[in-house]
């Protein structure tokens, strides 16, 4: 594998999502996960989706996110074309994403999508379960999540309340 190829792909259909979605590519930096983030949209850019898609897995990508809102399709397209674990992370809304939320969780059988929480809570953890998925073969990927873990833990029992 070449140092820098990217291993997950943050996807999202919009630009607009991007603000959110940092926070995904923010938490995949933190454990030195090479990524790849796109803005590509289900409905607006259909061949590129499929091209950048189906080529992913042969690229040596393993796990892909995909962030949508409104009617949000891409996530459920995106695992329509690969064999790759898909996370969705439903975007936010004029309908405070729970169109977002629906449209990414309610895949038919046969084609699943592992979808996280709406917004920013969902881009984290969704990075935090590529993480997770990438470490069962990756020994120091494990320890860094470990750590990771213990850190937040800490940081909880040392809290204080104002
Ligand atoms: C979805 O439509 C995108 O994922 C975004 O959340 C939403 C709005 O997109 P823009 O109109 O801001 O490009 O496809």
Known sequence: MAENQ???IVLMGS???????????????RFGVPHQCRALSAHRTPAAVMELVSTAEGNGVEVIIAAAGG??????VVAAHTLLPVLGVPMASVLNGLDSL????????GIPVGTLAIGKAGATNAALLAVAILARKNPELRGK?????EEQTEKVLNSTLP
Request: aromatic share 6%.
């Open 71 to 76: 009617a949000a399709h891409l996530a459920g």
């Open 15 to 29: 630009t607009s999502d991007w603000d959110v979605m940092q926070h995904a590519s923010q938490t995949l930096d």
């Open 145 to 149: 999540l470990q750590a990771f873990r």
């Open 6 to 8: 990217p291993q997950v």
């Open 102 to 109: 629906l449209s990414t969780v309610q895949m038919p059988a």
